[in-house]
């Protein structure tokens, strides 16, 4: 790739994109992928099984046959791009593998990662095939993924917000439903401790404090996902900086603070925080993505019950709100960046309910993203949902049930030493009505993953990842 970088930025970002349509014609090109998803919806072991699964496919096309690259069998070789420099760190494809072969699964995302595959293959359209037949090269396409938290997804809204604004709308939630009953000590204090009063670096600690409490406590042990800023949650290499020491306050109709005061303090520090954290975040990591899928454990959301469920429904729409879709002719490409021209909502750990309820539970996804999806189908981006499970850690079995035998699902829970029984009853393909919920229910068993080689040789039994791949890149692999 050359080197722009003594170019002014927009320039050379420019003369970047420039350089990436025309690498297109010559036969090789990169895809930037945007693995999206919040936290617990599965982002790291998707990226694993993907990367395994494609390396896999060149000795065991079997495993992925519904990749038409794979399935047509012209996948002639993939292979990892080391590391490089002024990249990120390498996402810890090898570590995850090993851990999973344990078995066990790999650790949350705390940090930021990246990693590329490069796939060669022969080319299926008349115009690649007379290429590779001129170069005597195989057609090549690296597909590029960055890892992220996905609390951080969260923070991209606040971009369009004064600290105001999202106080406001923080505060305006926290007196509702659930969270009205989880956040008293912090609202207890924000009412002693109003936006007018004197500035205090204690005060502003000890808000901060509560507030992340109640976020750790909201996610943790009542599955909300709408929770914001997304690294009060998981601070990755920030640390604990002063500028992060802020929380909402109620604030007056007008939105102004006077100098000196707490109001202005945490202002200060949310527009620092926007600046320092949040802004190179999107800047430097989403303006390359073309394709997108969004993962989703709607499963989690729906035991969880009515609260947590609207809330990962907020939270949905507020990611998506943040990304570009559509078409983007070369100009706009060439000034703009690359805009997502298809996005993939999955449903994961389909391998939690029996395969005839699977489609119920890409249905309940597809009515759950109702709006994004509208706003994502009117800019010409095309649009799939369907259920996931990068790895199938159970097996199908029956039960007899109040007197019927029912389908269920049978796996080893993590740390156990026998196998163990689930059945969700029945997942609605619709929202549940206001007075159709039934009591929470958070303790989802993690199922032990399945016996793994680490080698790319076997890979690793999926549901429809192999599908997924085809919608998001196929087009490009032809």
């Known amino acids: 790739m050359m080197n722009f970088s003594w170019l002014p930025p927009i320039i050379a970002q420019a003369s970047e ?15 930037w992928l945007a693995v999206t998803g919040l936290s617990r919806s599965g982002k790291t072991v998707f990226i694993t099984s993907l990367i395994h699964n494609l390396l896999s496919s060149v000795h065991n096309p079997n495993r992925m046959p ?33 851990k999973m072969a344990v078995p066990d699964w790999p650790e949350r995302t705390s940090d930021l990662s990246e990693i590329g595959i490069e796939v060669r293959f022969a080319p299926a359209n008349t115009a690649g095939r007379l290429l590779s037949e001129i170069t005597g090269n195989p057609a090549s396409l690296t597909i590029r993924i960055v890892d992220y938290p996905g609390e951080w997804l969260l923070d991209l ?49 000890q808000a901060h404090d509560l ?31 002063s500028y992060l020491w802020f929380a909402p306050l109620d604030v007056g109709e007008d939105g102004m603070f006077a100098p000196h005061t707490l109001g202005a303090l945490m202002a200060e520090r949310f527009e620092t925080y926007k600046r320092e954290a949040v802004a190179p975040f999107y800047h430097d990591h989403f303006r390359h993505y073309s394709r997108q899928i969004v993962l989703v454990d709607v499963l989690r959301a729906l035991l969880a019950g009515r609260d947590a469920f609207d809330d990962t429904r907020l939270a949905l729409d507020a990611i998506l709100e943040s990304f570009r879709y559509g078409h983007g002719g070369i100009l706009s490409k060439l000034l703009l ?43 010409n981006a095309q649009f799939e949902v369907t259920a996931l499970a990068s790895v199938i850690s159970t097996a199908e079995d029956t039960q007899e049930i109040d007197g019927q035998r029912l389908q269920v699902v049978v796996g080893r829970p993590v740390g156990s030493a026998k196998q163990a029984k689930f059945f969700v009853g029945n997942v609605p393909i619709r929202p549940p009505r206001p007075d159709a919920w039934g009591s929470p229910f958070l303790n989802v068993p993690v199922f032990e993953p399945p016996a793994i080689d680490p080698a790319p040789i076997e890979g690793i039994a999926h549901i429809n990842l192999d599908l997924v791949l085809e919608f998001l890149l196929g087009d490009r692999l032809r």
């Open 211 to 241: 507030y992340c409490a109640y976020l750790v406590n909201a996610r943790d042990r009542h599955g909300l996902s709408f929770l914001q800023p997304g690294r009060f949650l998981c601070r990755g290499s920030l640390g604990d900086l």
């Open 157 to 205: 809204p606040l971009l369009g917000q004064s600290y105001a604004e999202w106080s406001r709308a923080t505060l305006h939630l926290l007196r509702k439903g659930v969270r009205a009953e989880i956040s008293g000590e912090f609202l207890a204090f924000i009412e002693q401790h109003r936006a007018g009063a004197v500035a205090s670096e204690q005060v502003a600690k």
């Open 66 to 98: 519904l990749l038409n690259v794979v399935g047509e069998r012209r996948l002639l070789a993939a292979h990892l791009e080391g590391p490089r420099a002024n990249r990120l760190p390498q996402f810890p494809y090898l570590g995850n593998i090993e």
């Open 17 to 31: 994109r420039l350089v990436g349509n025309l690498s297109e014609f010559a036969g090789s090109a990169t895809v």
């Open 337 to 379: 960046g690359p805009h997502i021209d298809k996005v993939l909502f999955a449903a994961t750990k389909a391998d939690h309910v029996p395969d005839i309820q699977r489609d119920h539970l890409a249905a309940l996804l597809q009515n759950m993203a109702a709006f994004p999806a509208l706003e994502v189908k009117s800019s």
